[in-house]
């Protein structure tokens, strides 16, 4: 990786990386990351093809299961590299020996004529409308679909989101079946069902119903449909959807939908290159991560890897786990292995991968249940890994209860967090001043570094980083709200709620689904189309 140094505001020599050398890497097969470290506005505006967004705010919480080896390559982009310089001093500071910036950033990449793309998740998307391109994946629109419900006939919905997606708005009468339980549980769905029955698959636009859509569609099951444009396409239309929906129980499997969705699997795995891994070659692979970066993903149901899984697996919900490829597989070209308690929603899942032109994709044959009878045990709960740094950044700080912390009139009070959580509750007379932007915003609300500040966020974690960064520039009296505004609200202080103060559009704010109103619902629905229309023949 050709680099030059340059010297960065914190005085410690960072290495940079041209637009040209960045494009080979790209073009290339080695494993490295390229991360986004703006916020989510701005990359969905306009980004590096390729580039896996981590705002620079995120990176300690995020960093140790997006790239858990410290010696991988890392390639950090922003607008013109002030950000991304900060954040790779950070990233140095946390371990991570192979750190460069993108020589003048993205401005600079776009005045070399190196191209850009907009949105997020842009891979999948991306791939969803080639699937429906290439394999004519049959879909139905909100207007029929509401006049056959109408006249009564026979039809199920099923809505592909997280359950957490489909409760706050889902088509009236759907139920919520993630995407990677899709094959799993259609046996006993439509057992009992007419031969006339018509499956309809909706998402909130189009990817996942798409997805959804074709696994059905390849395993052999008549009368299945996507809803075009999914809840997005059904407000459009001028009709109601449905909040709090409590539709939410998988039914019981039987040996015969199992049996079903194993057959697809294991048929899948042939025609895709899908890989299976039995324990003993899974624990070889699990080996190499003290030399390479490996990903492991549990995409079972969350109870179900709550209560108990492979340890070291990080769970990530199959349909989820495809829609978010870009943030499953932060580096490039490594192995990413998929685990169930079976082969079907393991199997089926890598296959997407495959698909989308992963090359080292596997999936644990027998999963869980392979791996106990083997005699090894497996993990409960969710592991939470400590933001990596916390402990230091904890000791630069000093922390104050909610009982202790001095007035508005007596000190600067800043909040860290992101526009959402500030408008939702922050003390009264705080300031908002986002941690990615910090050491350029600081000045305007805090010029004298004598000054008394106080740093705030959410659950006191993101203030902490914070105060500690503020220690580092120089000011000299810091202290940080323990536990954040979460232990201000317990303590039954009054809060503020709203953008008070705050005087340009946040820029870490991207609308989604029915977030958005009709206008931008129409033009990103009229984006993802287009995504698709390079593949038409």
């Not at 997280?162 to 339980?181: D, H, K, M, N, W």
């Not at 503020?496 to 977030?515: F, I, N, Q």
Request: glycine share 10%; charged share 25%.
């Amino acid at each position: 990786m050709p680099m030059t140094t340059s010297t960065t505001p914190t005085n410690s020599r960072i290495s940079t990386i041209s637009p040209k050398s960045l494009d080979a890497l790209l073009k290339g097969s080695s494993p490295f990351a390229l991360i986004d470290v703006r916020e989510t506005g701005e990359y969905n505006n306009a980004h590096i093809p390729g580039a896996s967004l981590i705002p620079r705010r995120d990176l300690e919480s995020q960093m140790a299961y997006t790239v858990p080896h410290a010696a991988t390559p890392i390639v950090l982009c922003d607008d013109d590299a002030r950000r991304a310089t900060l954040a790779a001093a950070t990233l140095e500071g946390l371990g991570y020996a192979d750190v460069s910036v993108l020589d003048g950033g993205i401005n600079r990449w776009v005045t070399q004529e190196y191209p850009t793309e907009w949105g997020v998740n842009v891979p999948s998307k991306d791939f969803g409308e080639k699937v429906e391109v290439v394999h004519q994946v049959p879909e139905i629109d909100a207007v029929e679909l509401h006049e056959r419900i109408e006249s009564g006939e026979e039809i199920v919905i099923l809505d592909t989101r997280t359950p957490e997606e489909y409760q706050r708005l889902c088509i009236p009468g759907g139920r919520s079946v993630p995407g990677a339980e899709l094959a799993l549980r259609i046996t006993d769905i439509t057992k009992g069902m007419s031969d006339d029955a018509t499956v309809v698959i909706n998402c909130a636009g189009r990817t996942r119903s798409i997805i959804g859509t074709r696994v059905l569609q390849r395993m052999g099951l008549p009368n299945v449909v996507g809803l075009k444009n999914g809840t997005a396409g059904w407000s459009l239309a001028g009709y109601s959807l449905e909040a709090g929906a409590d539709r939410l129980e998988l039914p019981d499997l039987s040996e015969e939908g199992i049996a079903a969705a194993e057959a697809y699997a294991d048929r899948l795995a042939d025609e895709d290159g899908v890989r299976y891994l039995d324990i003993d070659r899974l624990q070889a692979l699990m080996a190499r991560r003290s030399d390479e970066t490996v990903y492991l993903v549990d995409v079972r149901t969350e109870q179900e890897y709550a209560a108990g899984h492979i340890p070291g697996f990080r769970w990530f919900p199959g349909g989820q786990a495809v829609q978010r490829s870009d943030e499953v597989a932060v580096v490039k070209n490594c192995p990413v292995v998929f685990c169930c308690d079976g082969r079907a929603r393991a199997a089926i899942t890598a296959s997407w991968y495959r698909q989308m032109g992963h090359e080292h994709v596997y999936a644990v044959h027998g999963g869980t249940s392979e791996w106990q009878s083997a005699g090894n045990s497996l993990e409960e709960g969710h592991s939470q890994t400590q933001p990596l740094g916390l402990e230091e950044a904890r000791s630069k700080a000093r922390m104050l209860a909610p009982s202790e912390l001095p007035s508005a009139s007596e000190a600067i009070i800043i909040f860290v967090g992101t526009s959402q959580q500030f408008a939702q509750a922050h003390i009264p007379g705080s300031r908002w001043v986002p941690r990615g932007w910090l050491e350029a915003q600081i000045a305007n609300v805090a010029p004298d570094k004598a000054a008394s500040v106080v740093v705030t966020c959410v659950d006191g974690v993101a203030s902490t980083f914070a105060g500690a960064t503020l220690v580092d520039e120089g000011y000299a009296d810091i202290a940080v709200l323990k536990g954040g505004m979460r232990a201000w609200q317990e303590a039954g202080y009054a809060i503020e709620k709203g953008l008070s103060g705050v005087m340009h559009a946040p820029t870490d704010v991207v609308p989604a689904g029915t977030e958005r109103g009709y206008a931008d619902m129409m033009n990103y629905l009229r984006w993802e189309e287009e995504l698709g229309r390079k593949y038409e023949s």
